[in-house]
């Protein structure tokens, strides 16, 4: 997957001339296969680059496996005419299975994504807990959570900060709500602000001790509500050991 990501352009010229190589290779052929196992064959080409998770290329691979086999494969051959009804359905059938791979492996390569993300933000959560029961100072646990908020939100820089937040910044509320004084902004819409910094409270038994300052200012950067809930409990987990060594 590392190389298709580099090489992107060269791996979509593949999955457009494989499936006509292995068409043009099949025809010569073409007496001692059938144009179902030929279709078959081809239909496996397809899928190896669908799987793939590159959209553009499982449906170039998808276009070309059907010209292919109906130009080289179908009668009469080397021709786009195609007579037999029954060859026309194979190369719609071909196009569609590849098409629906393409999107199946999209579909599974975000969930995985999804699940990789989760994991991280409980091995974030864990980290930090485990650093404050181990008696880590003051600094190096706002350190060390300030890095996971980072990591969690994508941002480019967060920091602790003693006391109230600046009145020019958007406060992150509990809620997931954000609001730049009385005006509520929408995280997965628009995103953290990029003009001014974002405020996630440090709260005390009620009391105000400081907030994690977050910048984003040369990128949006939209928020899912799960990922609202990790910096919030993160903030917490700071909370908490202030209270330990109040």
């Known amino acids: 997957m590392a ?7 060269l791996f979509r010229t593949l999955a457009t001339l494989l499936p006509v190589g292995a068409a043009a290779m099949m025809y010569g052929l073409r007496d001692l296969i059938t144009p179902t196992a030929a279709a078959l064959v081809l239909v496996l080409i397809v899928v190896g680059i669908a799987a793939t998770g590159d959209r553009v290329a499982g449906l170039l691979s998808c276009l070309a496996g059907a010209a292919g086999f109906d130009f080289f494969l179908t009668t009469p051959y080397l021709d786009f005419h195609v007579e037999n009804r029954g060859d026309v359905e194979l190369a ?9 791979v393409s999107e199946l492996a999209l579909w599974g390569g975000r969930q995985h994504a999804a699940a990789s993300d989760r994991a991280g933000y409980l091995d974030g959560i864990r980290a930090t807990a485990d650093l404050a029961a181990g008696g880590a100072s003051q600094q190096d ?3 060390a959570i300030s890095r996971h908020i980072l990591r969690t939100l994508g941002v ?9 937040p600046g009145g020019d910044a ?4 509990r809620d997931g709500s954000l609001r730049v004084g009385d005006i509520a902004l929408d995280l997965r819409r628009d995103g953290l602000p990029t003009d001014r ?12 001790i400081g907030h994690f300052q977050v910048t ?17 409990l993160l903030a917490d987990q700071l909370a908490a050991r202030a209270s330990l060594t109040a």
Do not use: M
């Open 3 to 9: 190389w298709i990501e580099r090489n992107r352009s």
């Open 156 to 164: 480019e820089k967060v920091r602790f900060v003693a006391g109230q």
């Open 197 to 208: 910094v974002t405020a996630i409270p440090v709260v005390r038994h009620g009391h105000l």
């Open 216 to 232: 984003a200012a040369t990128a949006q950067v939209r928020v899912k509500p799960e990922q609202v809930d990790v910096v919030i």
């Open 92 to 100: 719609v059938l071909l196009l569609l299975v590849g098409l629906a």
């Open 141 to 143: 646990t706002e350190q």
């Open 170 to 173: 958007a406060l992150l509320g």
